[in-house]
């Protein structure tokens, strides 16, 4: 028999307002307590709130975003925080292989979206933080980059123009020190570990490389070098760098620095130099170098090849001699079979920092921003980098970078010593039996 | 003044320009006979740096290969299967993508064109991604030689010499890329079949009617252009070790200057191009301006291109294919 169309509607009908008034039940886990329910804010079971994380993880870019996000989500399981169930939710930025910030700047407009995203991690690539900042500023979502150093995304005009909409609130922070502090370290390394006095620079025109290449200018004629010629790779894509190589060994340097990072040319520039007899000119980049052994598929040791010279040098912006490192390394490995990346600890301490805040004052945006980047005095977290205080810009308060040089017998890069700059320089070597000498 | 500077600038010229000349022919052939901008042929020489990879990773081969016999086997076979494949995927494209337009308006091509670039990377990311690839370098990079040119003084100029060094793998390239051109060039004019493409060129129709068969004249065509962009995908691996899916598009851009700059439909002209283009970026790198070397490219394509519509060759109408 056909059921006939009034009595469908009927049944229609009393399930909707079924479904309605189910609805409309008050759920203690929304932002106002229900009706008569006691008094206590905390929720009533597990909450769960989302992590977002913002890196670059595929192509070229993966030996740099996946270690870091591994930092973010061992945190995460390593650190509980009571009544809350944290979802991690990463996306990358990485658009045809390379960061990409208008990727980036979607990506967090999609985190701002979603109401259950309490803070974010990321980006790794500063002309990324460009794109994304002035998002996250307006939404006063915060974000701890691991990795960023351009000194431009925090501090001077620059900066304010980016965090035009807020300007006294700031929405992100980081943990990684800048590149003014980088390319010092970058010519301390040039002219007081190589010991030479003539400088070749090449940078690839980007924020973060450029930005780089010129500290290292600057603080390598500080100290009394002569740098010989500065000269840019005009761009994205290209793979010959044999003219602008050949130029530079007419002038005799004595060093060769690299701004930039491999995908925009690094690896290239250092195979290069071995086909026109420059291999024993030694060579030094900064953190855009820094993606892993000559094993990891499109690393700058992996693309340089056998022309990865022992006399190839890279700074980065982290702690590496880090207080707890043993037990860190150890749990690392445990879960991820690989030794940790470059970034994995910062990762993870940006984690622990949003975490603690969403501990001290739950998962509201605007508390949870408040309260890392808007208490006077500024509050210490304590991380796994060591404690940490964010100034006025939302700057770490460790200006700590560490020296690595390429190993041959490793085929990788081997820490040898952690300098730091807050007053001074203080260098600190690596505990004996770290050393790449040990047999 | 330090000659062995020079002369490396030169050297290092030489390789570019020999990769960019053999990637304008293809460029400069298909205008000459059907008038049409094939912007699909950059995405071409990449993907025929993609097929070195299948076959060297197919074969196992992971390493340079340092048995001479075994490595001039190897390059005959890389060259052979690279040029063949790619040349049959430009037929393939010319049937599928260009010939069902050959009567329509000029856009509509040069649109397929653009798309047929599109479709080509997309298979590439579809079946590669977005990384760079290591392709094994079989001829060891770093092998060659160095010499020093002779000091002297003229009048109190003096001219010195720092160490020049030369790989093998450029003096491969530039042998191979000139051996190349010259045999087009005999082909060209000297065959029944060149013949017949060089009076497709000059006026289909009455070629048709002296008996030329069109279709298999102007497919020829696509395949041979197509063959030496697979050749200079396979002198690109060998040279970097590097191949990305945009690779074509940087490379295609600067072999289509190329092309235009000598004169597009000139076979002689894509080649003085390529090499001129080399030069002017090597130079403009000597002298530190690296960054701008593209604009200095470009700047000097527009002024030969105001002065010279037809580019420094000018079409050679009565030979042009």
Same mark, same amino acid.
């Given at each position: +028999? ?122 790794? !690539? ?15 979502? #915060? ?31 980081? @943990? ?15 002219? !007081? ?8 620079? &090449? ?60 995908? %925009?040319? /690094? ?9 026109? /007899? ?42 590496? =001699? ?29 984690? $622990? ?7 001290? @004052? ?55 010593? $952690?300098?730091?700059? %807050? ?17 | ?9 030169? =050297?290092?010229?030489?390789? *570019? ?5 053999? *990637? ?47 490595? &001039? ?12 494949? +790619? ?13 069902? =337009? ?21 298979? *590439?990311? &579809? ?14 990079? #770093? ?12 009048? /109190? ?5 720092? #160490? ?37 060129? *000059? ?39 590097? %191949? ?15 092309? &235009? =700059? ?60």
């Amino acid at each position: +028999m056909k059921p006939r169309p009034i009595a469908l509607l009927a049944v229609v009908a009393i399930v909707a307002s079924a479904c309605s008034s189910a609805a409309s039940t008050p759920s203690p886990a929304g932002n106002t307590p229900a009706p008569g329910s006691s008094a206590t804010p905390a929720p009533a079971g597990n909450t769960t709130v989302t992590l977002g994380v913002d890196l670059p993880l595929s192509g070229a870019e993966t030996p740099n975003g996946q270690p870091t996000l591994n930092g973010v989500q061992l945190a995460v399981a390593e650190n509980p925080v009571p009544g809350y169930t944290i979802k991690v939710v990463a996306k990358d930025d990485a658009l045809n292989g390379v960061h990409d910030p208008q990727t980036g700047a979607t990506n967090i407009g999609q985190f701002v979206n979603d109401s259950s995203v309490f803070g974010v991690v990321g980006p790794f !690539n500063s002309n990324v933080a460009q794109a994304e900042i002035p998002v996250s500023n307006a939404a006063g979502l #915060l974000q701890c980059s691991p990795a960023n150093t351009n000194p431009g995304l925090t501090k001077g005009a620059a900066a304010l123009q980016l965090r035009s909409t807020h300007p006294d609130q700031i929405a992100y922070v980081r @943990v990684a020190t800048t590149d003014d502090i980088q390319g010092q370290a970058g010519a301390d390394i040039a002219y !007081n570990v190589v010991g030479a006095r003539t400088a070749y620079i &090449v940078d690839d025109t980007e924020t973060y490389g450029k930005g780089l290449a010129d500290q290292f200018e600057t603080t390598f004629k500080a100290l009394g070098g002569t740098v010989v010629g500065h000269d840019g790779v005009g761009k994205s894509g290209q793979s010959d760098f044999t003219a602008l190589l050949t130029a530079a060994k007419a002038k005799n340097p004595q060093f060769v620095y690299f701004g930039g990072v491999t995908a %925009t040319g /690094g690896g290239l520039l250092r195979k290069q130099m071995a086909q026109l /007899g420059m291999a024993n000119i030694p060579f030094g980049g900064g953190d855009g170098i820094s993606d892993g052994s000559a094993a990891t598929a499109n690393s700058f040791l992996n693309v340089a090849g056998p022309a990865g010279d022992p006399s190839t040098y890279m700074t980065v912006a982290a702690v590496s =001699l880090i207080p707890d490192k043993a037990k860190f390394d150890a749990d690392y490995k445990a879960k991820y079979g690989s030794e940790a990346g470059a970034y994995s600890a910062s990762g993870y301490a940006c984690t $622990q920092i949003l975490l603690q805040a969403l501990k001290a @004052v739950g998962p509201d945006r605007a508390k949870v921003r408040a309260y890392v980047t808007g208490q006077t005095p500024a509050p210490t977290f304590n991380t796994v980098l060591g404690n940490i205080t964010f100034d006025a810009n939302g700057d770490t308060s460790q200006h700590i970078i560490s020296d690595y040089k390429f190993d041959p017998t490793t085929k990788d890069w081997a820490f040898f010593e $952690q300098k730091d700059f %807050t007053s001074g320089v203080t260098t600190t070597a690596p505990p004996a039996a770290a050393a790449p000498s040990a047999s | 003044m330090d000659a062995g500077i020079l002369t490396q600038q030169l =050297l290092n010229g030489l390789t *570019i320009g020999a990769m960019y000349a053999l *990637i304008a022919l293809g460029y400069t052939m298909v205008y000459g006979i059907i008038e049409l901008i094939n912007f699909a042929h950059g995405d071409v020489f990449m993907v025929g740096s993609f097929v070195t990879l299948w076959l060297l990773s197919t074969i196992g081969v992971q390493n340079t290969v340092n048995d001479p016999v075994a490595l &001039v086997g190897l390059l005959i076979l890389m060259f052979a299967f690279s040029m063949v494949v +790619m040349g049959l995927v430009g037929v393939l494209i010319e049937r599928f993508a260009y010939r069902p =337009l050959r009567r329509a308006p000029r856009l509509a091509p040069l649109i397929t064109a653009i798309g047929v670039s599109f479709i080509l990377q997309n298979i *590439i990311q &579809v079946l590669y991604g977005t990384a760079y690839f290591n392709v094994p370098q079989v001829i060891d990079p #770093l092998a060659g030689f160095s010499f020093k040119l002779p000091s002297f003084a003229i009048g /109190g100029f003096a001219v010195t010499s720092s #160490l020049v060094t030369v790989t093998w793998v450029h003096v491969f390239i530039v042998v191979l890329a000139v051996a190349m051109m010259v045999a087009l060039q005999v082909f060209v004019r000297r065959t029944n079949l060149g013949r017949a493409m060089r009076s497709t060129a *000059i006026d289909r129709e009455a070629a048709q009617l002296m008996g030329v068969d069109i279709n298999t004249t102007i497919a020829l065509t696509f395949f041979i252009g197509s063959a030496l962009a697979g050749a200079a995908g396979v002198a690109w691996t060998l040279n970097y070790g590097l %191949t990305k899916f945009d690779n074509g598009f940087q490379a295609g851009l600067k072999s289509f200057t190329a092309a &235009v =700059l000598g004169g597009i439909g000139n076979t002689t002209g894509a080649a003085i191009g390529g090499f001129l283009i080399a030069f002017i970026e090597v130079f403009s790198s000597q002298l530190g301006y690296s960054r701008w070397s593209e604009a200095i490219v470009f700047t000097i394509l527009i002024l030969v291109l105001v002065f010279k519509p037809t580019g420094i060759l000018g079409q050679q109408v009565a030979e042009r294919a």
